[in-house]
């Protein structure tokens, strides 16, 4: 089973990764894992903490002259800031009485995590709950990634609005050459450059006031085989599990599969989509030239829309995958809007102000193509499962060309 787990504080010496059970044989790709950790730190609203980290991949163990081993991967994530940080973030030096924070932000995990560890500073709930640790997620859905496309199965995000500025429908092709290159070279990752300019003055509109905006997101996956998930059990599934590793970033509110909440709108003749046979796996036979028997058995059914988002049953159905995610405002404010009191004597204090983001939606983006590409990554290997990339190969072609 793959799993991963992450260590480290926001403001300590960096953020500790290891993933286990990842095949042998995959070979990676360094550039590509610093490409996404580079568009987790940018987009426009962000705070002054991203012109300080240069986030990079170093990895510790697990990779041999290119290639995964086998082994547990593991790497880190250094935090430049940490220079800055070193006395008050040492394990050792006593903390000083003045420096600890008594009073939670409304919205961060503040409040329940100090009380829950019965902690009196708040900076040791913070420094763990920061989004900070989206850094080795980011690194762990690159690897993912690295993995699937040696089966064709690529990922795509991005900013469908922010606030209440909605850009485009969750509907969207992402893997449109246009929306793609567009994507890739908008600071606020997104389709249609047109609304941009409105969304920047927004943002600016809102740093202006101490005031911050969240938006809302879609990631897709395309080329995923049929059948992965399961119909069998609960936590089998792969809308479930989606929905755990996307709900579980920071400040993501919801999770929508397909056309999500808009389904309880429809009728079911008009929200289920239709099965057809036949017309892709003409095109199949007139591109790879073969007979029709010969033709993988996924590429022969297709739909002609995607309401259940390529999810049936907890299991893909071949079409493409598409999530649409709410993230919320970021909860620390530049000007103290929020009430809250002190956790030591109870008197009524306004929230304190730590720098932050104004909107950090497009580089949430990022993570949540992440998260999707470790969920997929994870029933892949349940079904196809081996222990190098090669056998893996085998299970696939196997299975994909009966
Ligand atoms: C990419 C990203 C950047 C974030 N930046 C900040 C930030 O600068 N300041 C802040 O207070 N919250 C930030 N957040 C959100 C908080 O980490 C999050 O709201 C908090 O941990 C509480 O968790 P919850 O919102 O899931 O309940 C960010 C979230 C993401 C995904």
Not at 17 to 26: A, Y
Not at 269 to 289: A, F, L, M, N, T
Request: hydrophobic share 35%; charged share 25%.
């Amino acid at each position: 089973m793959l799993r991963f787990l992450t260590a480290g504080e926001s403001h300590g010496k960096g953020l500790v990764t290891i993933i286990d059970n990842f095949p042998s044989g995959v070979k990676i790709d360094e550039d590509f894992i610093n490409e996404k950790l580079r568009l987790r730190q940018s987009g426009y609203g962000r705070g002054a903490r991203q012109k300080i980290e240069t986030d990079k991949i170093e990895f510790l163990s697990g990779v041999r002259g290119g290639l995964t081993t086998g082994s547990p991967i593991s790497f880190f994530i250094k935090n430049k800031d940490y220079e800055n940080w070193r006395e008050r973030m040492d394990a050792f030096k006593p903390v000083a009485e003045e420096s600890k924070i008594h009073t939670p932000r409304p919205g961060h995990a503040d409040f329940a995590g100090s009380i829950k560890f019965g902690l009196d500073d708040i900076r040791n709930v913070l420094e763990r709950s920061s989004a900070r640790e989206t850094a080795s997620r980011v690194a762990v859905g690159a690897i993912c990634q690295i993995l699937l496309k040696n089966f064709g199965i690529e990922f795509a995000s991005v900013v469908l609005g922010i606030g209440e500025i909605k850009v485009s429908e969750a509907d969207i092709n992402l893997f449109d050459e246009t929306i793609s290159r567009n994507i890739e070279t908008s600071e606020l990752r997104m389709p249609y450059r047109e609304p941009e300019e409105k969304v920047k003055a927004l943002i600016d509109k809102m740093k202006a006031e101490g005031d911050t905006v969240g938006g809302l997101i879609t990631a897709q996956v395309k080329g995923v085989p049929v059948g992965i998930g399961s119909f069998t059990q609960w936590d089998e599934k792969l809308d479930a599990h989606i929905a755990m590793s996307v709900m579980s970033i920071q400040a993501i509110k919801s999770v929508e599969i397909g056309v999500g909440v808009k389904s309880a709108f429809l009728k079911g003749s008009e929200c289920h989509d239709s099965i057809y046979y036949g017309k892709k796996q003409e095109k199949v036979k007139q591109e790879k030239g073969t007979d029709l028997k010969s033709v993988p058995f996924s590429s022969a059914f297709h739909r002609k829309t995607d309401n259940a988002g390529g999810i049936e049953g907890g299991m893909s159905n071949g079409e493409v995958i598409n999530i649409t995610c709410a993230m919320k405002p970021i909860p620390t404010l530049m000007k103290p809007y929020l009430d809250t009191v002190d956790l030591n004597t109870g008197e009524a204090k306004k929230a304190f102000l730590e720098r932050s983001d104004v909107c950090a939606v497009p580089a949430a983006s990022i993570v949540v193509e992440s998260a999707l590409a470790f969920s997929i990554c994870y029933f892949f290997l349940k079904k196809f499962g081996g222990d190098s990339l090669s056998e893996i190969g085998r299970n696939y072609e196997g299975y994909v060309n009966k």
